[in-house]
């Protein structure tokens, strides 16, 4: 198998290496937007305990809210991981 052929003939519903997915600016948004009418400290200090606890998820979206925070890089399936969280999290705090 060519490595080099496979990579010419990618469907076209499928990201080519180093391509963000579209959706990402979006998940990127929504997370600016959390954090501007949210306390971002109530936010860590929530992921940081269940982080402790072992929980998988909060580990996850801890880090990439660190790393968003310190203007490190963050790739698109981590900002997406944190958007449906963070709307999970929004969602069932109105239940």
Do not use: Q, W
Not at 34 to 41: E, G, K
């Amino acid at each position: 198998m060519n490595c080099d052929t496979d990579l010419n003939n990618i469907p076209s519903d499928t990201l080519k290496l180093g391509e963000v997915h579209p959706m990402a600016h979006e998940a990127l948004r929504l997370i600016d937007g959390y954090l501007l009418i949210h306390d971002v400290f109530i936010l860590k200090e929530a992921l940081s305990s269940c982080a402790l606890s072992g929980n998988r998820t909060a580990e996850i979206c801890l880090g990439t809210l660190n790393r968003l925070l310190n203007k490190e890089p963050v790739s698109d399936r981590y900002l997406m991981g944190l958007a449906i969280f963070l709307l999970d999290y929004e969602f069932k705090d109105n239940l």
